[in-house]
């Protein structure tokens, strides 16, 4: 899939890892509906976005995605501005031990909320002309971090959903195609705020310290290395892109457990 002319929504777009994949897919072509609950940094980089990349291909557009009327609308608007939607980038997370059920919200609930309702304006049976959809997960949904056993479920359970939806597209002939990216430990406002979000297992954060050590930290730049390849190759279905400091690689599953 080529991206030039292409229309992309990414949520939770308005700074961090969302806003590098926005920045991405607008300087490759794509026009970009930025959706985010953070009204001043979106307006504010639309701002910026609009002088360097022209007035008519970005959009900011209020939205919790904890909410499935607003993303809803969100979605609405985009087609009726940029004429369709090629591209879901279900990136908005949170990392809160504490308030667990909304971390489940957001970061698992909010990404299955998404890509359920932009199935209509996707999908190839119903007159849609089909897409691909990229959840952020984390490496946190292939391996664990002890002191984050809610935010670990979250991502497995991003990867578990995009697993299974994409041989549930491919089966169903939506033409809609769903790949995670998983990177690891990112320099971003979620990475700086987790010691005061840490829960039931504050007392393992020294441990897993030593794992930020051992892995390193990458940017926002660094880590949507690799984002393009999960949109615009149409081989990749069902796939985990893991991106850390020093590599990239696909995540390999075990074979079925009742094989
Ligand atoms: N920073 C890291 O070390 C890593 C982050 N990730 C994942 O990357 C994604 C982005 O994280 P960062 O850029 O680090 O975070 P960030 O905190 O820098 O940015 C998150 C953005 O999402 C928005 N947001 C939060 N809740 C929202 C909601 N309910 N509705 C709409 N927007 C919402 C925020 O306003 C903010 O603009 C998350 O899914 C995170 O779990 C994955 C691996 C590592
Ligand atoms: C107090 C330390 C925890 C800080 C965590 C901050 C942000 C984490 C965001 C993530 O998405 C997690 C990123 C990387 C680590 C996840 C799993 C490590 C798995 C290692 C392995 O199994 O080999």
Same mark, same amino acid.
């Given at each position: 899939?080529?991206?030039? !002319?292409?229309? &992309?929504?990414?949520?939770?777009?308005?700074? =961090?890892?969302?806003?590098?994949? &926005?920045?991405?897919?607008?300087?490759?072509?794509?026009?970009?509906?930025?959706?985010?609950?953070?009204?001043?940094?979106?307006?504010?980089?639309?701002?910026?976005?609009?002088?360097?990349?022209?007035?008519?291909?970005?959009?900011?557009?209020?939205?919790?995605?904890?909410?499935?009327?607003?993303?809803?609308?969100? +979605?609405?608007?985009?087609?009726?501005? +940029?004429?369709?939607?090629?591209?879901?980038?279900?990136?908005?997370?949170? +990392?809160?031990?504490?308030?667990?059920?909304?971390?489940? !919200?957001?970061?698992?609930? !909010?990404?299955?909320? !998404?890509?359920?309702?932009?199935?209509?304006?996707?999908?190839?049976?119903?007159?849609?002309?089909?897409?691909?959809?990229?959840?952020?997960?984390?490496?946190?949904?292939?391996?664990?971090?002890?002191?984050?056993?809610?935010?670990?479920?979250?991502?497995?359970?991003?990867?578990?959903?995009?697993?299974? +939806?994409?041989?549930?597209?491919?089966?169903?002939?939506?033409?809609?195609?769903?790949? &995670?990216?998983?990177?690891?430990?990112?320099?971003?406002?979620?990475?700086?705020?987790?010691?005061?979000?840490?829960?039931?297992?504050?007392?393992?954060?020294?441990?897993?310290?030593?794992?930020?050590?051992?892995? =390193?930290?990458?940017?926002?730049?660094?880590?949507?290395?690799?984002?393009?390849?999960?949109?615009?190759?149409?081989?990749?279905?069902?796939?985990?892109?893991?991106?850390?400091?020093?590599?990239?690689?696909?995540?390999?599953?075990?074979?079925?457990?009742?094989?």
């Amino acid at each position: 899939m080529a991206l030039n !002319g292409k229309t &992309a929504v990414v949520t939770g777009a308005a700074m =961090g890892i969302g806003r590098s994949i &926005a920045e991405l897919l607008l300087q490759n072509g794509a026009k970009v509906a930025i959706l985010d609950m953070n009204e001043a940094a979106g307006q504010s980089l639309v701002e910026t976005l609009n002088k360097e990349h022209g007035p008519d291909r970005v959009l900011f557009l209020l939205c919790n995605v904890e909410s499935g009327e607003e993303i809803k609308a969100a +979605f609405q608007k985009t087609v009726e501005t +940029f004429g369709g939607i090629d591209i879901l980038v279900n990136n908005a997370g949170i +990392f809160n031990e504490i308030m667990w059920e909304k971390t489940i !919200g957001i970061n698992l609930a !909010g990404c299955i909320r !998404g890509a359920y309702l932009v199935i209509e304006h996707m999908n190839k049976l119903t007159g849609g002309r089909g897409g691909v959809i990229v959840n952020v997960a984390s490496i946190a949904g292939i391996g664990l971090l002890s002191c984050c056993p809610v935010y670990t479920a979250t991502k497995h359970g991003v990867v578990g959903f995009t697993r299974a +939806f994409a041989a549930a597209s491919v089966a169903s002939g939506y033409g809609i195609r769903m790949n &995670a990216l998983c990177p690891g430990f990112a320099q971003t406002d979620l990475f700086s705020s987790v010691q005061s979000r840490l829960g039931q297992f504050s007392n393992l954060a020294g441990a897993n310290q030593e794992l930020i050590e051992k892995l =390193g930290v990458l940017t926002s730049a660094e880590v949507v290395q690799g984002f393009l390849e999960l949109v615009t190759d149409e081989t990749k279905n069902g796939q985990a892109l893991i991106v850390l400091p020093k590599e990239k690689k696909y995540a390999t599953f075990p074979v079925s457990p009742t094989d």
